[in-house]
């Protein structure tokens, strides 16, 4: 018995003080917990990437919602459709074996963009096992802060020079940003001695002219701005009467007279030194034009002026003398001349050398607008059909000096030699809105906690 004994307990020590078996053994007990430690090593390596990479899309799409909601006048579904598009596009393919759940959230009133990005379902390693649902969450917040003000905008998509200066014709919108979304490489032309002068001036296409013909020179392969009034010209359409004329082929010449709101059909002239007061109210002209001539004198506050047919325009001829400002309320606050959209495109003449008062936007969506009456630049106004007695002042026309503000809002710009056109932004002094999408915008855009 005590052999027997003995001999096992021998064994026992060779066995124990062998070391031939050793790491094969203890290999075999580790490896379960070395696979463990080094799956779960890799797993927050990926982990941390992961979040890393889906905070920085977070990051610039709420960036780039930002500054889309800003320039299109804080328009939520715009804001959302950028963000989306961004994450779709940059981060949905980089973790093709998860799933992700983007929401993006718009606030108008504070202009803030929240984008929140949760990741689920990527097969983890380890931490699979211990990471609840979703596995990653990241927010990012953006912030538009101060002025960025916009007060012109010419919204061809196409077009050689649908923005066009010419001859010493002056553009001056040095507090605001003058836009074209035309992306024909010669968008915006300036020539001669021309000048426009702004703060940012920004072309989907291009700009032809000389450097000394913009300060600054324009931006270009900038993104378009849809028509930011599109909702409020419906608004507006609304108020028509297709069947109704209040009054027909009116002319007042020689008259000191005050005009009330209603449907002027075929026309109104104001001719002959006529001092004409247009009472508060929207003015409906139908099938005719408005002209102003000779040394007559339109005012009037809250006016709103509606244009419908293909030949209704207005012409303030370079003698004449014009002060109007916009409704305070309702469907045209903010709105001075809208042009409906007709069949034709047709164009709105703005020659007067005292033009300084027009507080309110001209929204002409399909419409030219031209500034001045000088177009072949000789110094003279251009032959008048109405009227060709020869004005024997030069062809120079004022437009919004002595205005707060004025915005414009049009299918193409036109300024002509002699013609000097002021774009104020001095909103906080005066009573009349500023439409949704003009005027001040996006300043600073920066992420916020």
Same mark, same amino acid.
């Given at each position: 018995?005590?052999?027997g004994s003995?001999?096992?307990?021998s064994e026992l020590?060779?066995?124990?003080?062998?070391t031939?078996g050793?790491?094969a053994?203890?290999?075999?007990?580790?490896?379960?917990a070395?696979l463990?430690l080094?799956?779960?090593?890799?797993?927050?390596?990926?982990?941390?990437i992961?979040?890393t990479d889906?905070?920085? !899309? +977070?990051?610039?799409?709420?960036?780039? &919602?930002?500054?889309?909601?800003?320039?299109?006048?804080?328009? *939520? %579904?715009?804001a959302?459709?950028?963000a989306?598009?961004?994450? !779709? +596009?940059n981060?949905?393919s980089?973790f &093709?074996?998860s799933?992700l759940?983007?929401?993006?959230e718009? *606030? %108008?009133v504070?202009?803030?963009v929240?984008?929140?990005?949760?990741?689920?379902?990527?097969s983890y390693?380890?931490?699979?096992?211990f990471k609840?649902s979703p596995q990653i969450?990241?927010?990012a917040?953006?912030k538009a802060?101060?002025?960025?003000?916009?007060c012109l905008i010419?919204t061809a998509?196409?077009?050689?020079?649908?923005?066009?200066l010419?001859?010493?014709?002056?553009?001056?919108?040095t507090?605001?940003?003058a836009y074209s979304?035309s992306v024909?490489?010669k968008?915006?032309?300036?020539?001669?001695?021309a000048l426009?002068k702004?703060?940012l001036?920004?072309?989907?296409g291009g700009?032809a002219?000389?450097?000394?013909?913009?300060a600054?020179?324009?931006l270009t392969d900038c993104?378009?701005?849809s028509d930011p009034?599109?909702?409020r010209?419906?608004?507006i359409?609304n108020?028509i009467e297709?069947?109704?004329?209040?009054?027909r082929?009116?002319?007042?010449s020689g008259?000191k007279?005050t005009i009330t709101p209603?449907?002027?059909?075929?026309?109104?002239k104001?001719?002959?030194?006529?001092?004409?007061?247009?009472?508060p109210?929207?003015y409906?002209?139908k099938d005719?034009?408005?002209r102003l001539?000779?040394?007559?004198?339109?005012?009037?506050a809250?006016?709103?002026?509606?244009?419908v047919?293909d030949?209704s325009?207005?012409?303030l001829?370079?003698d004449?003398i014009?002060?109007?400002?916009a409704?305070t309320?309702?469907p045209?606050a903010?709105?001075?001349f809208?042009?409906?959209?007709?069949?034709a495109?047709?164009?709105?003449?703005f020659?007067?050398?005292?033009?300084q008062?027009?507080v309110?936007?001209v929204?002409?969506p399909?419409?030219k607008l031209?500034?001045g009456?000088?177009?072949d630049?000789?110094?003279?106004?251009?032959p008048d059909?109405?009227d060709p007695t020869?004005?024997?002042?030069d062809c120079?026309?004022?437009?919004?000096?002595?205005s707060?503000?004025?915005?414009?809002?049009?299918d193409q710009?036109?300024v002509t030699?002699?013609a000097?056109?002021?774009?104020n932004t001095g909103?906080?002094?005066?009573?009349?809105?500023v439409?949704l999408?003009?005027?001040?915008?996006?300043?600073?855009?920066a992420?916020?906690?």
């Open positions: 018995m005590k052999l003995c001999k096992i307990l020590r060779r066995f124990i003080g062998s031939s050793h790491f053994l203890i290999t075999a007990l580790l490896f379960p070395i463990g080094s799956g779960g090593i890799i797993d927050l390596l990926i982990y941390q992961h979040r889906l905070q920085q !899309a +977070a990051d610039t799409a709420a960036l780039a &919602a930002t500054k889309e909601a800003s320039l299109k006048g804080w328009n *939520s %579904e715009n959302k459709g950028v989306l598009e961004y994450i !779709a +596009a981060a949905s980089q &093709a074996s799933v759940t983007p929401t993006v718009v *606030s %108008e504070d202009r803030i929240d984008v929140a990005i949760a990741q689920d379902h990527y390693f380890v931490l699979g096992y609840h969450l990241v927010r917040r953006a802060s101060g002025e960025g003000i916009i010419v998509p196409t077009g050689n020079g649908t923005f066009n010419k001859g010493s014709g002056r553009v001056n919108a507090e605001c940003s979304n024909d490489p968008a915006i032309v300036a020539s001669n001695t426009l702004s703060k001036t920004c072309t989907a700009y002219g000389k450097l000394n013909n913009f600054p020179i324009p993104p378009t701005i009034l599109v909702g010209a419906q608004l359409d108020l297709p069947s109704v004329c209040n009054f082929g009116v002319k007042i008259e007279k209603g449907t002027y059909c075929k026309g109104l104001i001719t002959k030194n006529s001092d004409v007061t247009m009472a109210g929207i409906v002209f005719g034009k408005v001539d000779s040394g007559s004198k339109l005012t009037g809250g006016a709103g002026l509606v244009f047919g030949k325009i207005i012409e001829k370079n004449s014009i002060s109007l400002t409704p309320s309702g045209m903010g709105v001075l809208y042009g409906q959209p007709s069949s495109s047709r164009e709105f003449k020659e007067s050398e005292n033009a008062k027009l309110g936007t929204y002409l399909n419409d031209t500034i009456g000088d177009k630049g000789d110094g003279t106004c251009d059909l109405e020869p004005l024997t002042t120079n026309a004022n437009v919004g000096a002595a707060a503000w004025t915005a414009i809002v049009a710009v036109e030699a002699g000097n056109l002021v774009l909103y906080a002094g005066s009573p009349v809105p439409p999408g003009i005027g001040p915008s996006a300043g600073t855009i992420l916020v906690k």
